[in-house]
């Protein structure tokens, strides 16, 4: 393991990413709204959920069979008249003859007077009576009213990321709606007179427009409603109306491209003189970085290159989104490193790596170009920006993808 100190000039990563915390921390401060419970899938529950029934919400049969009273099958076999049939969704509210079986079916309620049921299966039928062949305890097959769960009892906590088992239970408590956290709502904009949308036959010097999608595809990821994927040419007129129509709209705006030091860097030309603060990070890729307050709107803005992107919305906005997204945070940890790895000096680098039972391993070159090559990772390798070299087996720190 080779040391070198880091770069001074540039930013630090860890400094970077508390400055896009601190940008988007008033961000918390959301109404929750109303959700329809069959549209709630995914959403983070904003209060405790309380049951406002008994589950069951009555007495009833656990199996197709007969509701008797446990004394008269005590001894078998035993021959009873049927007295009645309750079927499911019937009141059920006949009395159950001393010495007789009513024959119920499963979730039916258990008519007054039984206290057990005999399965189809242990029974000889005929038409008005039956043969029971095994006898059932008192409380055998028979589901208790609130067994499930009592009337003001915690049906799901705040906080919890509803899956389709919470869907289930809120549902079966009768419940129209839930309250949940409000999505932040976001804006990408892309920047490029190269960029072409995918399907369209490209010319001379023209790519496919990767970033927008893909960075809308994280920021779904991570629970935010992505309003809109813009897209601007490189002239500063058409770029300034593209974003005054996303500020208009969004809570957040991530921009693509337009950054660095070379000619034709549009969100710099135009955020700049309202206020945009733009420089390096000691990071490889995604070094250069850019935030503006445009109306009360944060506006990141992220280098153009496809991995850039990707890694700069990784690094430096998925922990704090997933947060106001009341998400757990992003997964990291440290595993042993399969293959040696390189590192610039002065520079923090996030290398694309496969994890496995045995470790992590680079699938991909450092470029910030290779992006069908990021998509065989599903970490990012954490590179401290004073190490230049590792060997194969030294413990590294991971971030899940």
């Known amino acids: 393991m080779t040391h070198r100190p880091a770069t001074a000039s540039a930013r630090s990563v860890d400094e970077y990413r508390d400055t ?4 988007l921390a008033h961000l918390a401060d959301r109404t929750p709204e109303q959700v329809p419970v069959p549209d709630a899938l995914g959403r983070v529950l904003a209060a405790d959920v309380n ?27 035993v021959t009873l008249p049927v007295a009645g049939v309750v079927a499911a969704g019937r009141p059920g509210t006949e009395v159950l003859p001393e010495g007789a079986a009513m024959k119920v079916m499963t979730g039916a309620p258990l008519p007054p007077g039984a206290d057990c049921v005999v399965p189809v299966e242990d029974v000889q039928a005929g038409a008005d009576r039956i043969v029971v062949e095994r006898g059932r305890a008192r409380g055998e097959f028979v589901r208790e009213a609130g067994t499930d769960v009592r009337v ?35 804006v990408c904009l892309t920047t490029g007179d190269e960029l072409r949308p995918a399907g369209s036959v490209l010319a001379p010097g023209q790519i496919y427009n990767s970033n927008g999608i893909g960075l809308a595809a994280a920021l779904r990821a991570d629970g935010v409603d992505v309003l809109e994927i813009a897209h601007s040419t490189d002239d ?14 969004a809570d957040v705006v991530f921009t693509s491209g337009g950054v660095s030091k070379g000619d034709f860097e549009v969100v710099k030309e135009v955020l700049a ?37 990707m890694v700069s919305y990784t690094v430096f906005a998925r922990p704090v989104i997933r947060v106001l997204a009341g998400l757990p945070a992003p997964e990291s940890r440290e595993l042993p490193l399969l293959t040696p790895v390189r590192s610039p000096a002065g520079k923090r680098q996030f290398l694309r790596g496969l994890t ?16 069908a090559g990021m998509a065989w990772a599903d970490a990012l390798v954490d590179i401290p920006a004073e190490v230049t070299t590792l060997a194969a087996g030294a413990t590294v720190r991971i971030l899940m993808l």
């Open 356 to 371: 496995s039972d045995d470790g992590v391993e680079v699938v991909s070159g450092p470029g910030s170009h290779l992006i």
């Open 152 to 186: 003001g009892e915690l049906v799901t906590r705040a906080g919890t990321v509803l899956a389709p088992r919470h869907i289930a239970a809120l549902a079966a408590v009768g419940l129209p709606s839930v309250p949940v956290l409000s999505r932040l709502r976001a």
């Open 273 to 309: 003189p309202l206020g945009g603060t733009f420089g390096s990070v000691a990071v490889q890729p995604g070094g250069p970085q850019g935030y503006t307050v445009v109306d009360g709107v944060p506006v990141l803005s992220f280098p153009g290159n496809p991995v850039s992107t």
């Open 20 to 23: 896009v915390a601190a940008l």
């Open 51 to 77: 049951s406002p029934i008994d589950l069951p919400v009555f007495r009833n049969s656990a199996m197709d069979g007969y509701a008797v009273r446990a004394t008269d099958v005590a001894v078998t076999p």
């Open 236 to 249: 500063a007129t058409v770029f300034a109306q593209v974003l005054r129509s996303a500020v208009a709209k």
